[in-house]
């Protein structure tokens, strides 16, 4: 099992830039596709980003494609999530997890291994 701490949260103005980042510790960290999720006030968690152990695949939810960069450092534990020209409906607290990755892309977490969530706020 790998132990996850979210950071990189805060208060920005609409069209401004954050960088999250996901601390791993324990299991290696290099073994896992890593995710991104988000929930916002009154609605479910949902997918944002994934990316596979070596960096070289990834993929977004639709609504934040173009706009946020996933990736990782294998040698820190680290995995980033970039976003640029933020909404306020990207306002949530962001979740990182360790799971696995398909063939087609599809990413599957990881059920004991999510972090506790770093919030995010966007203002118009």
């Known amino acids: 099992q790998v132990q996850l701490v979210e950071s990189g949260g805060g208060l920005v103005q609409a069209g401004g830039s954050l960088r999250l980042s996901c601390a791993a510790s324990?299991?290696?960290?290099?073994?896992?596709?890593m995710g991104w999720f988000r929930q916002a006030p009154g609605k479910e968690r949902e997918f944002v980003a994934t990316?596979?152990?070596?960096?070289?695949?990834?993929y977004y939810a639709d609504s934040v494609k173009g706009r946020f960069t996933i990736s990782r450092d294998n040698a820190k534990n680290t995995m980033y999530l970039q976003m640029n020209n933020l909404k306020p409906e990207d306002t949530a607290v962001y979740y990182c997890?360790?799971?696995?990755?398909?063939?087609?892309?599809?990413?599957?977490?990881?059920?004991?291994?999510w972090g506790k969530g770093t919030l995010v706020t966007v203002s118009s």
């Open positions: 997890n360790a799971g696995g990755m398909a063939g087609n892309g599809t990413y599957y977490s990881g059920a004991d291994s």
């Open positions: 324990g299991r290696s960290f290099g073994a896992y596709a």
């Open positions: 990316i596979n152990w070596s960096g070289g695949r990834t």
